[in-house]
């Protein structure tokens, strides 16, 4: 078989899987070449990679939302003796498994939900969460399972943010009658979609960058870097005290409604 004959069969494989958000270049042959952002992800990757370590020899890897396998691979290709990417889309795993095989990069990828992390019932030195917060109905909910259940260490973030661009400080507390700061244009806010954003019925929360960086932290993240505009670097904190920490990092034990024997009585 020639080399054109070869990449025409290349293409018709990749053509079979499916439309890919991912585009990958398989041989000099990319997987999406018509992507309405351009080379996606290397585009963006390229800003940030350097924030990165180089070397995750002896490393573990966890790529939540691994879509066509671009992260996973380029993890792989720097060494982490394990890769474990999950998504909860088939079609995009099968992908991923056809990528990282052609690349011959040895990644494990499964079937899972961000809301099923505990699953798994590891720790790993890192974690990618890439383009998936803003798909989720419940994104302070992932991000808490991902800190309790999942990262020892690094944690790679990157949301879709609109808004503004700035973050105004913010006051340990206010008092009830205070309501100005909401309209603040930096103050942390999620955006909900009711309906559709950019088509995608999938599109439910976006957060300007205040909203980003504070809910990082509500979770028990520390920001260390933050070399792309969507994109942050962490690493595991201690967990937010006092009222405002989340129910998935709670002691277990009674709530302080729950009734007790005497208030049923007999």
Not at 178 to 196: C, M, S, T, V
Not at 211 to 238: D, I, K, N, Q, W
């Amino acid at each position: 078989m020639s080399p054109v004959e070869e990449s025409a069969a290349l293409r018709r494989r990749i053509e079979a899987l499916g439309a890919w958000f991912h585009n990958i270049d398989l041989d000099g042959v990319p997987t999406a070449p018509n992507h309405f952002l351009g080379d996606y992800p290397r585009v963006k990757w390229k800003r940030f990679a350097d924030a990165i370590p180089a070397d995750l020899t002896g490393r573990s890897v966890l790529d939540i939302g691994c879509n066509g396998g671009f992260y996973a691979i380029e993890m792989k290709r720097r060494g982490a003796a394990r890769v474990l990417g999950v998504d909860s889309d088939e079609r995009y795993l099968a992908q991923a498994r056809f990528a990282s095989a052609w690349t011959g990069q040895d990644i494990e990828f499964r079937n899972l939900s961000v809301y099923d992390v505990g699953a798994l019932g590891e720790h790993f030195d890192v974690v990618l969460f890439m383009g998936v917060l803003y798909h989720l109905r419940h994104p302070l909910l992932a991000l808490d399972l991902i800190r309790e259940h999942a990262a020892r260490d690094l944690f790679v973030f990157q949301s879709m943010q609109r808004g503004a661009r700035d973050v105004a400080p913010v006051a340990e507390d206010y008092d009830f009658w205070k309501d100005d700061h909401f309209a603040q244009p930096g103050y942390p806010k999620l955006h909900f979609i009711e309906h559709r954003y950019a088509n995608d019925w999938t599109n439910w929360w976006v957060p300007n960058r205040a909203c980003t960086e504070a809910m990082l932290r509500a979770s028990g993240f520390a920001v260390v870097a933050h070399p792309e505009e969507e994109v942050y670097v962490c690493r595991c904190a201690p967990l937010p005290q006092g009222a405002g920490a989340v129910h998935p990092m709670r002691p277990a034990g009674p709530r302080h409604d729950t009734p007790t024997a005497e208030d049923i009585g007999p």
